[in-house]
């Protein structure tokens, strides 16, 4: 079954603990946390801080995405803070094998991500290493953008090589994820559904993950 991701960047921060347990009990797998930092994207969200005061509201695995310009300096304090899964972007490292393996030596599952203007071949050698890819379908730095359809033909390859390679990294999409994109997504080879404001603007959160869930099955 697809998993779905909310991410709280659409949250009402004013009540982030309450957020979390609702999309919980709705039914999600992960937690999307979406760290910017003003450098690497043109908006700064939250930090460790924030990551270490919802781990023990939820159960539910923190996936963090982190569009930050030098990962590397980060991922011990994420790691420290309590997140499941890290996902580092491929045009924000210099040595990314170095990377992904900093992120396992803590106990986390790397990821890596892709912009929309990246190919995919930039991360074949990599494949190897990560627990999991995502690919984004919006140009990173906010919520409610509109998905981006060429880079669906990602997905695909990403499908085909795990196949090929037998490998067995999640495919994960983010941005622009809603009841209109989520059929295309996972009928391209996606596992992981990232939704915001397709979860969070609505005012019932169960529905709204049934209907990504539904949606992502037709
Ligand atoms: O990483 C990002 C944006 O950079 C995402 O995780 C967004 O938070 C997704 O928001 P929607 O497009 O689903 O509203
Ligand atoms: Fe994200």
């Known amino acids: 079954m697809t ?33 910017m930092d003003g450098h690497f994207v043109p908006n700064i969200t939250i930090g460790p801080l ?17 569009m930050i310009k030098n990962p590397d300096a980060y991922i011990s304090a994420f790691a420290e803070a309590g997140a499941s899964i890290i996902t580092v972007h491929q045009e924000a490292c210099l040595h990314l094998h170095r990377t992904l393996q900093l992120i396992r030596s803590y106990g986390v599952k790397p990821g890596v991500v892709i912009n929309p203007a990246t190919p995919v071949e930039t991360i074949k050698p990599i ?12 140009n990173p ?14 997905i695909k390859q990403l499908a085909d090589w795990r196949k090929e390679y037998k490998l067995s990294y999640e495919i994960e999409v983010d941005g622009g994820v809603n ?3 989520a059929g295309i997504c996972t009928a391209s080879g996606a596992d992981v559904l990232v939704a915001g404001s397709a979860i969070f603007n609505k005012e019932d959160r169960q529905k709204a993950i049934e209907t990504l869930r539904e949606k992502a099955r037709s």
């Open 3 to 35: 998993k779905i991701a909310p991410s709280i960047l659409s949250a009402d921060f004013a009540k982030l603990g309450e957020e979390i347990k609702e999309v919980e009990d709705a039914g999600a797998d992960y937690i999307h946390v979406d760290v």
């Open 50 to 66: 924030v990551v270490e005061a919802i781990r023990p509201i939820t159960n539910l695995p923190l996936d963090v995405h982190l």
């Open 127 to 138: 494949l190897t290493e990560v627990d999991l890819i995502l690919i984004m379908t919006v």
């Open 141 to 154: 730095g906010f919520g409610g953008q509109s998905f981006i359809q060429e880079t669906t033909s990602k």
């Open 179 to 181: 009841e209109k994109t």
